[in-house]
């Protein structure tokens, strides 16, 4: 008899413990909503940005290359300014490189040219343009943010997921 009402209280006990710990689960998610709507986490141009280079490393006429959203990419020092485009060629996916003597950016695999001021295609199978990235160049150094089309880069197969 003894042994009943002791079992009884414990899982009462045992039962109380439970909704205590649900209550608090449940609970604790609703304050964390709330806090969230209270102090929404800010997601700031400068979170996104990608340090390309130092303005003094590439030099006028020069070109570094990079990776941008895990995809290679390449930015080149006109005369004009600082240009940043996506490197995979839009033919079949090869590497594309800045080729001074020949001023475009050049795709070894089947001769494709790309203006390095736009990224047009100049000649050869690439269908369509090298994907322009948006730069800034601030505090002496040159950073990637975004592409300048995202849509484009979606519709380029060799840039899956890249956008
Ligand atoms: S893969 Fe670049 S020209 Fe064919």
Request: hydrophobic share 45%.
């Given at each position: 008899m003894n042994d009943k009402i002791i079992f009884t209280t414990s899982r009462r006990r045992l039962t109380e413990i439970l909704i205590g710990l649900v209550s608090l689960f449940f609970a604790s998610g609703a304050i964390a909503t709330i806090l969230k709507y209270l102090w929404p986490q800010t997601v700031t141009a400068a979170s996104s940005e990608v340090r390309i280079a130092s303005?003094?490393?590439?030099?006028?006429g020069s070109a570094k290359k990079f990776t941008f959203n895990g995809k290679a990419a390449v930015l080149l020092h006109m005369p004009a300014g600082f240009r940043a485009f996506g490197?995979?060629?839009?033919?079949?996916?090869c590497i594309a490189y800045w080729k001074p003597e020949e001023n475009d950016i050049f795709c070894p695999c089947h001769i494709g040219r790309y203006d390095p001021?736009?990224?047009?295609?100049?000649?050869?199978?690439?269908?369509s343009p090298l994907p322009a990235i948006d730069i800034i160049v601030k505090e002496g150094a040159v950073y990637a943010l975004k592409w300048k089309d995202p849509d484009y880069v979606r519709s380029i197969s060799f840039y899956a997921g890249a956008a």
């Amino acid at each position: 008899m003894n042994d009943k009402i002791i079992f009884t209280t414990s899982r009462r006990r045992l039962t109380e413990i439970l909704i205590g710990l649900v209550s608090l689960f449940f609970a604790s998610g609703a304050i964390a909503t709330i806090l969230k709507y209270l102090w929404p986490q800010t997601v700031t141009a400068a979170s996104s940005e990608v340090r390309i280079a130092s303005v003094d490393e590439v030099t006028t006429g020069s070109a570094k290359k990079f990776t941008f959203n895990g995809k290679a990419a390449v930015l080149l020092h006109m005369p004009a300014g600082f240009r940043a485009f996506g490197a995979v060629c839009t033919h079949l996916g090869c590497i594309a490189y800045w080729k001074p003597e020949e001023n475009d950016i050049f795709c070894p695999c089947h001769i494709g040219r790309y203006d390095p001021n736009t990224g047009a295609v100049i000649s050869g199978p690439p269908p369509s343009p090298l994907p322009a990235i948006d730069i800034i160049v601030k505090e002496g150094a040159v950073y990637a943010l975004k592409w300048k089309d995202p849509d484009y880069v979606r519709s380029i197969s060799f840039y899956a997921g890249a956008a």
